[in-house]
C-alpha cells in the first residue's frame, strides 16, 4: 500500500472515533429524560438508544451527509485538511464531555472543517451556504425546540386535567420511552451523516474510491461508510455518557414523566425536521432547550448557572475548533520533520488526556444513586440538592 492509502485508512478510523466520541457525547441527548425519571433503568438506557441509533440506517438516506460533505470544497478536502478537522472536533468533545457540559458535537465537526478549511485555502476552500445552514440551525433549533416542548407542556397538563393522571403516571413513562427512541432514531439519522459527510469529503478529495459525486452534485457512497459510520455512533451511545446525563437529566430542571414526555416531543419535532432538510442540527442544542422549555412551562425553573454555563459553551464551540483546527493545519504544513514531531507530540499528549478522562468518570451506578425515589417524585422533591454555588433554579 502506498502512503496516500495508509493516510485515507488512518483518517477514516479516526472520522469514525469522532463518531464514537459523538455517540456518548451525545447520548444524553436521548436517555437523560428516561432516566432522570425512572422510566427506562439507566443501566438499559444505552443500550435501548444505541439500537435506535443503528436503526436510522435502514430509513435515512444522505441529504445532512451532503450539507457537511461540502463544507470544504473537494479540492481541498485532503488529507492534511480533514486530519486537523478531525482532531479539533475529538479534542473538543473530549473536554467538554470530561467536564459534563452538553456542547455540539455536530458544531465542534463543522468549525474544525471550517478552521482546516481557512488554513488550506482560506475563504475560497469553504462552501458558505452549507456553513449558513449551520449558523441558521445554531438559532433556530434551540428556539424550535423550547417552543415545542414549552407548548407540549401545556397540552400534557390539559391531558392530565382531563383523564386525572399524575406526573409520574404509567401512561407519561410508556410515552417518555416510546418519545426517546425517537430522539435516538434522529440522533443517529442527523449526527451518524455527519461522519459520512467528512468520509466522503476525504474520499471525494483524495479520489482514493468509496465516493463519488453524481451528475446532480449529491454525495454517493459505498455501503460500508453508511453501515461503519452508524455502528461507530451506536457503539459510543452504548458505551454511554453519564457525565452529560447527569447534566442533562438532573441538573438543567426537575424533570417528572409528564414533563419528560414534553421535553422529548420538542427534541424530535426540531431533529426530524432538520434532518428532512438536510441541516446539520446540534441534536444536543435541541434536547437541552427542549428539557429547559418543559421545565419552565412545568413550573419546575431552570438552574440558571448550569443553563448559563450551557448557552456559553454552544457559543464559543465552532470558533474555538475553527482556532485549534486552522492551528493543527499550519502545523502540518511545517518542514516535513518538525511537522511530524510537533504533531507526534500533539497527538500523544491528546491521546493521554484521552485514556485520562475515559477511565475516570462516572458510571451508570453513580446516576442512579442521584435519582430520586418514587416516594420523592410524587411529592415533588428537587431531583437532587444544588451544589455549593451552583446558582438559583428559578
Known amino acids: 500500500m502506498d502512503v496516500l492509502t495508509v493516510s485515507v485508512i488512518a483518517l477514516v478510523a479516526l472520522a469514525l472515533l469522532f463518531d464514537f466520541t459523538n455517540g456518548f457525547h451525545d447520548a444524553a441527548n436521548s436517555v437523560a429524560t428516561v432516566v432522570a425519571t425512572r422510566a427506562l433503568p439507566a443501566k438499559w438506557a444505552p443500550a435501548f438508544s444505541a439500537f435506535f441509533n443503528f436503526a436510522a440506517y435502514f430509513i435515512v438516506g444522505l441529504a445532512v451527509a451532503n450539507t457537511v460533505g461540502k463544507v470544504v470544497d473537494s479540492a481541498y478536502a485532503g488529507v492534511a485538511v480533514v486530519f486537523s478537522a478531525l482532531i479539533g ?4 468533545n473530549y473536554a467538554t464531555w470530561y467536564i459534563g457540559m452538553p456542547s455540539s458535537s455536530s458544531h465542534a465537526l463543522i468549525g474544525g472543517l471550517i478552521g482546516a478549511g481557512l488554513g488550506a485555502g482560506w475563504t475560497g476552500a469553504i462552501d458558505w451556504s452549507a456553513v449558513e445552514k449551520v449558523l441558521l440551525a445554531i438559532v ?3 428556539l424550535v425546540a423550547f417552543t415545542i416542548a414549552f407548548l407540549a407542556m401545556f397540552l400534557v397538563a390539559g391531558v392530565q386535567k382531563l383523564i386525572k393522571l399524575n406526573d409520574e403516571h404509567v401512561v407519561f413513562k410508556a410515552l417518555q420511552i416510546v418519545s426517546a427512541a425517537a430522539v435516538s432514531f434522529g440522533h443517529g439519522a442527523n449526527d451518524a451523516q455527519k461522519t459520512m459527510g467528512v468520509i466522503a469529503a476525504l474520499l471525494i478529495g483524495t479520489g482514493t474510491g468509496g465516493a463519488s459525486l453524481d451528475n446532480d452534485g449529491n454525495i454517493q457512497l459505498s455501503e460500508w461508510v453508511p453501515i461503519a459510520a452508524y455502528s461507530a455512533i451506536a457503539l459510543g451511545t452504548l458505551w454511554g455518557g453519564w457525565k452529560i446525563i447527569e447534566t442533562m437529566g438532573l441538573r438543567i430542571t426537575t424533570l417528572h414523566a409528564n414533563s419528560g414526555v414534553a421535553a422529548n ?5 426540531a431533529i426530524f425536521g432538520a434532518t428532512a432538510q438536510g441541516i446539520p442540527i446540534s441534536t444536543t442544542h ?24 450551557m448557552v456559553l459553551a454552544w457559543v464559543v464551540t465552532i470558533p474555538a475548533t475553527t482556532i485549534v483546527a486552522f492551528l493543527l493545519y499550519k502545523m502540518t504544513q511545517l518542514p516535513t520533520a518538525l511537522a511530524w514531531v510537533s504533531v507526534a507530540s500533539l497527538l500523544f499528549v491528546v491521546g493521554g488526556f484521552i485514556v485520562y478522562a475515559m477511565t475516570h468518570t462516572i458510571s451508570a451506578k453513580d446516576v442512579e444513586a442521584e435519582l430520586p425515589s418514587e416516594d420523592q ?11 455549593e454555588g451552583e446558582g438559583p433554579v428559578v
Do not use: F, M, Y
Not at 472536533?89 to 473538543?92: M, Q
Open 265 to 269: 416531543i420538542g427534541a424530535v419535532t
Open 286 to 309: 435541541a434536547a437541552a432547550s427542549s428539557v429547559a422549555g418543559a421545565g419552565v412551562a412545568s413550573g419546575r425553573g431552570l438552574n440558571l448557572r448550569v443553563v448559563g454555563e
Open 377 to 387: 417524585l410524587d411529592e415533588h422533591v428537587p431531583v437532587r440538592p444544588r451544589l
Open 140 to 142: 433556530a433549533s434551540p
Open 89 to 92: 472536533a475529538i479534542v473538543w
